[in-house]
C-alpha cells in the first residue's frame, strides 16, 4: 500500500493503474486484487491511512500540549507551515477530491468525512483557545492551510503560501481571545 499511495500522490490516482502498481512494488496484480478487490478498494484504503494518521496528528497535539489549546494551535500553524513546505503535490486527500469528481466513488465520502473531522477539530481547539467566533476562525484557517497548499502547486513555494504563517497568526490575532478586550 504504501508504493500505492506514493505513485498516487506523486502522479495522480487517474494517470497510475494497477499494473504500474504492481511492478513498482515488486509484485504482481493478482496478489494486488488479493488484497483489494479492485483499484477503488486500494484508493480506499490508502486514503483511509491519510485519514488515520491526521487523527494521530491531533491525539499527538493534545499529548504534547494537555490543556493548552493557545500551543496546539500554534503548533497546527507550524505543521501546516512544514507541510506547505515539504511537500509540492499538495494534501493528497484534496487531490482525491478533485481527481475523484464521480459523486458516487467510495472514497468521496471518506475524504468528505475526513476533512470536515479534521476542520471541526480545529474549531474545537478555536473554541478551547476562546477565541471570538471560533467557527469563524476555523472556518478561515482552514480554508488558508487549503488554499496555501493548492497554491504551492500551482506558483510554487515563493509565492503567497511563504507566508502561511504570518497569515494564519494574524488570523489567531484578529480574532483574540473573549475577554480579553472587555
Given at each position: ?67 493548552d489549546p493557545q500551543a496546539q494551535l500554534r503548533a497546527w500553524i507550524r505543521e501546516g507551515a512544514e507541510c506547505i513546505e515539504s511537500d509540492e503535490r499538495g494534501c493528497e ?32 481547539v478555536c473554541r478551547n483557545a476562546h477565541l471570538d467566533q471560533p467557527e469563524l476562525v476555523a472556518d478561515t484557517l482552514w480554508l488558508l492551510l487549503e488554499g496555501a497548499r ?33
Amino acid at each position: 500500500m504504501v508504493t500505492a499511495r506514493d505513485l498516487f500522490h506523486r502522479h495522480g490516482i487517474k494517470t497510475i493503474g494497477v499494473d504500474t502498481i504492481a511492478e513498482a512494488a515488486g509484485t504482481n496484480k493478482m496478489t494486488l486484487y488479493r488484497h483489494f478487490g479492485s483499484k477503488d478498494d486500494l484508493i480506499v484504503a490508502c486514503l483511509r491511512e491519510a485519514a488515520e494518521e491526521m487523527v494521530t496528528f491531533w491525539d499527538d497535539l493534545e499529548a504534547e500540549f494537555p490543556g493548552d489549546p493557545q500551543a496546539q494551535l500554534r503548533a497546527w500553524i507550524r505543521e501546516g507551515a512544514e507541510c506547505i513546505e515539504s511537500d509540492e503535490r499538495g494534501c493528497e486527500l484534496a487531490n482525491a477530491a478533485v481527481e475523484l469528481a464521480e459523486e458516487d466513488h467510495p472514497a468521496r465520502r471518506l475524504v468528505e468525512e475526513c476533512k470536515k473531522k479534521h476542520r471541526d477539530h480545529l474549531a474545537v481547539v478555536c473554541r478551547n483557545a476562546h477565541l471570538d467566533q471560533p467557527e469563524l476562525v476555523a472556518d478561515t484557517l482552514w480554508l488558508l492551510l487549503e488554499g496555501a497548499r493548492l497554491s504551492r502547486q500551482s506558483v510554487g513555494a515563493e509565492g503567497p503560501s511563504a507566508r502561511f504563517v504570518r497569515m494564519a497568526e494574524g488570523i489567531v490575532a484578529s480574532f483574540g481571545r473573549r475577554g480579553a478586550r472587555e
